[in-house]
């Protein structure tokens, strides 16, 4: 045993001397080299396992989470994870030998949680996460269904390193490789230099940095970048500094992020700039149905002949509709459409709006209508307190937030009551506020169609072929077609959300709420549904019951590209009349359009305007060249999707873009996701709203004294 300890302790000065021997004699010297190493490994067993255990599974969760092959061999975020895994392992060695080990495992054990969770998070959200979720831990409980739903056996190939690291363990145990002597002056200088090897390894990956991931660093949103360019525990680390830092700086930075704010929108007009639709909207009631994971492709899809949506395909043929409509959602999903939707700023880098900036002050939608007389109320089939719905809500202006406690649970699918019985309900509860309120604007949040899409009696996603038989007879055979799949089970899901809407357009019909009434259709995010459900849903071939293959000439490329602008949600705003005062409110308008345009939109038809918006009046556009901007600083037009994570272009339109299309427009979009980052966390608005109420006062106060 004491020979062992001197061997250990002696390899700085055997590494020192194998080093001076290399420049002398390098064969020889690589060879001594190569013969201290295998000494340190040797006597350094666990540390060692430890260092290389953990690296093994940073590189499993950026190739299994991406499923890009070149994450296995990327040099950068390998540098990154040796260097932190490393840095803090290295304290280890100012513990006694055993408690070391503990220590080790200890952070073998954290390491392979922030891997398997990521690994979960990503498959949902396509991103990775944030400890600035741990706010909203506490909603997990009631979509659990829909987690457990997305779970795979990749997920937990992480947790096979400490299981491993644990059996290991115990065989040193058993071979005395560990002492509990305390640690001495050697396994200190030991701990130094194993910090130095850390900084040096950290040092050749910070040289390795360009200037962009650099400033991707400190904006944390394109998180799949950072995990891809510095690896999961970097990334990881880096983000409890950013959730943390919002609190921060917000006590430090607010008069720097006050005057970027007011440069921002200098030149923006005070009033809303006119156009044929102003005003159209002027006092009529507002429903807006918050369609829960409805996507665009919905509108006319048929299997057998027979529409998956019919209702929804009518109110699009029917009304305005928006066909290429994308909503911005960042980890809040519904929550963010939400905010979205109403304030026209973008969801918060960290954490969400509606669960971390509750108590900030929003020019919002309601809170506008309301100027002009409006009663704002909130229906959900779920507990009002939901991603703290009861208290956002109020903060957005809504008057009451009617929940699952006003309402008479008779039939439950998914997380709570069914849209049928809510819908029904809610038609009721509308018809008693036009009568005692008079002008209403209601958002009305559907629920069943929520993932994991399990309605008993759904849609039929088989395939149905007509063929003739052995004696030549026609027969109907079926064919699993979309059976078994998730993509399957959300068509069925979806159809009896769509029976739902239907249903409720009878009872507000019926009700005469239609009267004098816009209703808003818009789906709160896509469904996140696997990219190969797509593959087989457009490439199914019944005689082999499998999908053709890539070289078929019907074979239909759905790639990454098609799978992110196959993310579209319908955005429907719809009248009794097909024209109002020689508007037509009947067409289609498929100019790029994001969530964030709404307010700006929809606001002007109804006669109210908030310049702090961060969208366009889609009526306003001179030309089809709206830009939408993602959370993660992607972003798209009609021309061009980019992607920020790879810096790369997808030519939507086969055109020629002007030389700085492409960098003026990333300009503009991280310009833009930081200023509504500072809306929110600054909560800048307060300062604009207590000087219009001031102004007005002092209107009034000279208005009374003339």
Same mark, same amino acid.
């Given at each position: 045993m004491k020979k062992m300890k001197s061997k250990r302790n002696n390899f700085s000065n055997k590494i020192k001397k194998s080093f001076k021997g290399f420049m002398r004699d390098p064969i020889s010297g690589l060879v001594? %080299?190569?013969?201290?190493?295998? %000494?340190?490994?040797?006597? *350094?067993?666990?540390?060692?396992?430890?260092?290389?255990?953990?690296?093994?599974?940073?590189? !499993?969760?950026?190739?299994?989470?991406?499923?890009?092959?070149? *994450?296995?061999?990327?040099?950068?975020?390998?540098?990154? $994870?040796v260097a932190l895994v490393t840095l803090l392992g290295s304290l280890g060695y100012l513990m006694r030998h055993r408690l070391r080990m503990c220590y080790w495992y200890f952070l073998t054990l954290i390491f392979s949680v922030i891997c398997v969770i990521n690994s979960v998070y990503y498959t949902f959200y396509s991103s990775y996460v944030s400890v600035s979720l741990l706010s909203t831990a506490k909603y997990g409980e009631d979509v659990s269904d829909a987690i457990i739903d997305i779970l795979e056996i990749k997920d937990f190939c992480y947790l096979l390193i400490p299981v491993l690291m644990l059996v290991i363990f115990f065989k040193l145990s058993r071979k005395s490789y560990f002492s509990n002597v305390e640690t001495n002056n050697k396994e200190r200088k030991k701990c130094f230099s194993t910090m130095l090897l850390a900084c040096i390894v950290a040092t050749i990956f910070a040289s390795t940095l360009t200037s962009t991931d650099l400033s991707r660093i400190s904006k944390?949103?394109?998180?799949?970048?950072?995990? =891809? &360019?510095?690896?999961?525990?970097?990334?990881?680390?880096?983000?409890?500094? @950013?959730?943390?830092?919002?609190?921060?700086?917000?006590?430090?930075?607010?008069?720097? /992020?006050?005057?970027?704010?007011?440069?921002?929108?200098?030149?923006?007009?005070?009033?809303?700039i006119k156009n044929k639709y102003s005003n159209i909207l002027e006092g009529r009631n507002v429903i807006v149905i918050h369609a829960e994971s409805i996507q665009n492709f919905l509108v006319g899809f048929e299997i057998n002949g027979e529409l998956v949506a019919p209702n929804l395909t009518k109110l699009a043929n029917s009304g305005l509709y928006f066909d290429n409509f994308y909503t911005q959602v960042s980890v809040g999903t519904s929550s963010d459409s939400e905010f979205t939707f109403n304030t026209g700023l973008m969801p918060s880098n960290s954490g969400t709006a509606f669960v971390s900036y509750?108590?900030?002050?929003?020019?919002?939608?309601?809170?506008?209508? @309301?100027? @002009? +007389?409006?009663?704002?109320?909130?229906?959900? +089939?779920?507990?009002?307190?939901?991603?703290?719905?009861?208290?956002?809500?109020?903060?957005?202006?809504?008057?009451?937030?009617?929940? &699952?406690?006003?309402? *008479?649970?008779?039939?439950?699918?998914? #997380?709570?009551?069914?849209? @049928?019985?809510? %819908?029904?309900?809610?038609?009721?509860? %509308?018809?008693?506020? &036009?009568?005692?309120?008079?002008?209403?604007?209601?958002?009305?949040?559907?629920?069943?169609?929520?993932?994991?899409?399990?309605?008993?009696?759904?849609?039929d996603v088989t395939l149905k072929v007509k063929e003739k038989n052995e004696n030549g007879e026609e027969v109907e055979n079926?064919?699993?077609?979309?059976?078994?799949?998730? #993509?399957?089970?959300?068509?069925?899901?979806?159809?009896? /959300? $769509?029976? /739902?809407?239907? #249903?409720?357009?009878?009872? !507000?019909?019926?009700? +005469?709420? #239609?009267?004098?009434?816009?209703?808003?259709?818009?789906? $709160?995010?896509?469904?996140?549904?696997?990219?190969?459900?797509?593959?087989?849903?457009?490439?199914?071939?019944?005689?082999?019951d499998s999908t053709y293959e890539k070289d078929d000439p019907r074979y239909v490329e759905f790639d990454s590209y098609a799978y992110e602008l196959n993310r579209k949600t319908p955005f429907i705003i719809?009248? &009794?009349?097909?024209? =109002?005062? +020689?508007?037509?409110? *009947?067409?289609?308008?498929?100019?790029?359009?994001?969530m964030f345009d709404v307010l700006p939109t929809l606001g002007n038809m109804l006669g109210v305007y908030n310049k702090y918006a961060l969208g366009n009046d889609m009526f306003n556009l001179k030309e089809k060249d709206n830009l939408v901007v993602f959370p993660t600083g992607n972003w798209v037009t009609n021309k061009v999707y980019y992607n920020a994570q790879k810096n790369e272009t997808y030519m939507i339109e086969q055109t020629i873009l002007p030389e700085d299309y492409v960098s003026s427009r990333i300009e503009y979009s991280e310009k833009l996701l930081s200023t509504s980052n500072n809306i929110v966390v600054y909560n800048l608005l307060e300062s604009v709203v207590d000087k219009n109420k001031d102004d007005l006062d002092e209107s009034k106060v000279i208005e009374g004294a003339n």
């Open positions: 001594e %080299l190569f013969r201290d190493i295998k %000494l340190y490994v040797s006597t *350094n067993i666990f540390f060692c396992l430890y260092v290389l255990f953990n690296v093994i599974n940073g590189i !499993l969760v950026r190739y299994l989470t991406t499923g890009n092959a070149s *994450n296995i061999t990327a040099f950068q975020p390998f540098l990154a $994870d944390q949103w394109n998180r799949e970048y950072i995990v =891809i &360019k510095y690896g999961i525990y970097v990334y990881q680390a880096n983000d409890i500094i @950013k959730s943390v830092e919002p609190k921060i700086s917000a006590l430090f930075g607010y008069d720097e /992020a006050l005057r970027k704010f007011h440069d921002y929108f200098e030149n923006k007009p005070n009033e809303a509750f108590d900030r002050t929003y020019i919002s939608m309601p809170k506008l209508l @309301k100027e @002009k +007389g409006y009663y704002a109320s909130s229906f959900h +089939g779920n507990v009002a307190s939901y991603w703290n719905r009861s208290v956002m809500h109020k903060s957005l202006g809504y008057d009451d937030i009617v929940g &699952k406690s006003k309402y *008479n649970i008779d039939e439950t699918i998914g #997380l709570g009551l069914s849209d @049928k019985s809510f %819908l029904k309900q809610t038609a009721e509860k %509308l018809e008693k506020v &036009k009568e005692e309120k008079g002008k209403f604007y209601a958002t009305v949040i559907t629920l069943t169609n929520h993932t994991p899409f399990y309605v008993e009696d759904g849609y079926v064919y699993p077609y979309m059976e078994g799949t998730k #993509l399957g089970r959300y068509l069925k899901s979806v159809h009896y /959300a $769509d029976e /739902a809407l239907g #249903l409720f357009m009878e009872e !507000l019909e019926n009700k +005469g709420l #239609l009267d004098n009434t816009v209703v808003v259709l818009y789906g $709160d995010h896509d469904a996140r549904l696997p990219k190969q459900d797509y593959v087989r849903l457009y490439n199914y071939d019944y005689l082999t719809w009248t &009794k009349e097909k024209k =109002i005062k +020689g508007v037509s409110m *009947n067409r289609k308008i498929d100019t790029v359009m994001g």
